[in-house]
């Protein structure tokens, strides 16, 4: 949450932003989604690491309905 706030509040003053997202699995059997929200800060482009979340935390497969939801998820809670 410390990180997400100030990340969340720049690419909210920003015109527009940007979501890239990469789903990593591991040893552990975790699919975690990792997204980095890109915007526009004093006028140099800024690429910022946003969040971390388990897609199968409230689902059985890594599937594209699960990825979306989580990314929803991310971004509502960011505010954006």
């Given at each position: 949450?410390?990180?997400?706030?100030?990340?969340?509040?720049?690419?909210?003053?920003?015109?527009?932003?940007?979501?890239?997202?990469?789903?990593?699995?591991?040893?552990?059997?975790?699919?975690?989604?990792?997204?980095?929200?890109?915007?526009?800060?004093?006028?140099?482009a800024?690429?910022?690491?946003?969040a971390?979340?388990?897609?199968?935390?409230?689902?059985?497969?890594?599937?594209?309905?699960?990825?979306?939801?989580?990314?929803?998820?991310?971004?509502?809670?960011?505010?954006?």
């Open positions: 949450k410390m990180i997400k706030e100030p990340v969340s509040e720049k690419a909210r003053r920003s015109n527009c932003f940007g979501l890239l997202s990469d789903e990593v699995g591991d040893i552990s059997c975790k699919e975690q989604l990792i997204p980095l929200v890109k915007f526009v800060d004093n006028g140099k800024s690429t910022e690491f946003l971390i979340d388990d897609v199968l935390e409230h689902s059985t497969s890594a599937n594209a309905e699960a990825i979306k939801t989580v990314s929803i998820k991310q971004l509502n809670e960011s505010q954006l």
